[in-house]
């Protein structure tokens, strides 16, 4: 069953989304060679501090960490350690959701370091295009393979693959709720949008083929060809206006 959300339950999500991106504002001048992925969770735990914001992912399935910090040919979930450090030129794809007043942000980024080469830097924003590309059908009346269809042709376009292992989401009062959002598939299929709906968009998109492998530690998705990956995401709206991003400042 997909959740409808009224305007007020929309209001709530965009004010956890809004922690989010003012998060992910600062992040991108924080991030830089040198830091363990640690010390990035560290720094983003202090921020949801002061805004009395919840980490969403912190024991979702056991997950350990606030945040996912997945760097160069890790796809997602990377879990933050002590002993990985950032350096100069890494590709650096952060997750990060969170909880306010019983409602749910949830967006991606990927950070391009210090010294990365065109063709990361080509991925990271043709990545960030798809995600914008997705958005745009996010309309009412369209289906949500509409979203996919167009994340996938953008992606592909430009000579790049797009993860079929994991998908975008409904998002509320819960992380992950109905409808599942593929990025890649036919236009026209799946349920129908309509107002009021609440989704994050969520393409990984890779440099080499869309296989990936999880690591032993169970969580680690990476690319199986060893290629460069990259993560945008962003909570949205469905609104009789169009699309409303949740998670911007
Ligand atoms: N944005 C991802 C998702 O929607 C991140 C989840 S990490 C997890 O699933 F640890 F919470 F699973
Ligand atoms: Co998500």
């Given at each position: ?89 890494d590709l650096v794809s ?34 960030e295009q798809a995600l ?118």
């Amino acid at each position: 069953m997909i959740v409808v959300k009224s305007q007020a339950e929309i209001q709530k999500m965009a004010a956890a989304g809004s922690i989010v991106a003012e998060i992910f504002e600062s992040l991108k001048t924080f991030v830089s060679a040198g830091m363990s992925t640690a010390d990035v969770e560290a720094y983003v735990d202090g921020e949801l501090k002061k805004r009395k914001a919840i980490p969403a992912f912190k024991g979702y399935r056991g997950y350990p960490s606030s945040i996912c910090v997945s760097l160069n040919a890790e796809v997602v979930h990377g879990i933050p350690s002590k002993s990985v450090r950032i350096r100069k030129g890494d590709l650096v794809s952060i997750d990060l959701g969170v909880i306010l007043g019983g409602y749910y942000g949830d967006a991606a980024i990927t950070i391009p370091v210090e010294g990365a080469s065109p063709d990361a830097q080509r991925l990271s924003d043709v990545t960030e295009q798809a995600l914008y590309a997705g958005i745009e059908q996010a309309v009412v009346g369209n289906r949500v393979s509409d979203i996919s269809s167009a994340i996938q042709k953008h992606a592909e376009a430009n000579g790049f693959s797009v993860v079929r292992a994991f998908v975008g989401h409904g998002i509320g009062r819960q992380l992950h709720e109905e409808p599942q959002v593929p990025n890649y598939g036919k236009p026209g299929q799946g349920p129908r949008l309509r107002e009021g709906m609440t989704l994050a968009i969520e393409p990984m998109v890779n440099a080499g083929t869309f296989d990936v492998v999880i690591l032993r530690d169970g969580w680690t998705a990476v690319t199986a060809d060893g290629a460069l990956s990259a993560h945008f995401e962003h909570t949205i709206a469905i609104t009789r206006q169009g699309p409303r991003i949740l998670t911007k400042i």
